[in-house]
């Protein structure tokens, strides 16, 4: 019913920035929350950051003061913009949206950082 999009990945070197951008899509009344996470090679899937409709935001440890959540309720769209990025960072980067009671995921998008 609800279809996300990622964009953004790609091969960076450390120290650089992305911006990720997941669009949401399909059968959809009201979003109530979209955010990103990231699995590691060989590491189960983290969070990394989320923002609510209302624009509240939560982030992992790791990525605060580097990465910055954003979204744009008009266009059920979520935005990551990730700055110093370290070889640590590197993962696949996965678009949430929630709406309650369900949860949907994007396909993926490799962040990769090189050193």
């Known amino acids: 019913q609800v279809q996300l999009v990622e964009s953004g990945g790609g091969l960076v070197q450390a120290g650089g920035s992305l911006r990720l951008s997941c669009a949401a899509s399909g059968t959809i009344f009201r979003i109530n929350a979209m955010g990103w996470f990231r699995q590691a090679p060989g590491k189960q899937r983290e969070l990394v950051a989320t923002i609510s409709r209302g624009g509240a935001t939560n982030y992992a440890d790791s990525v605060k003061g580097r990465f910055t959540v954003s979204n744009d309720n008009a266009k059920n769209t979520v935005y990551l913009q990730m700055n110093s990025l370290k070889p640590e960072d590197t993962a696949v980067y996965y678009c949430?949206?929630?709406?309650?009671?369900?949860?949907?995921w994007g396909q993926g998008t490799q962040v990769t950082v090189s050193s």
């Open positions: 949430s949206a929630t709406l309650y009671p369900d949860n949907y």
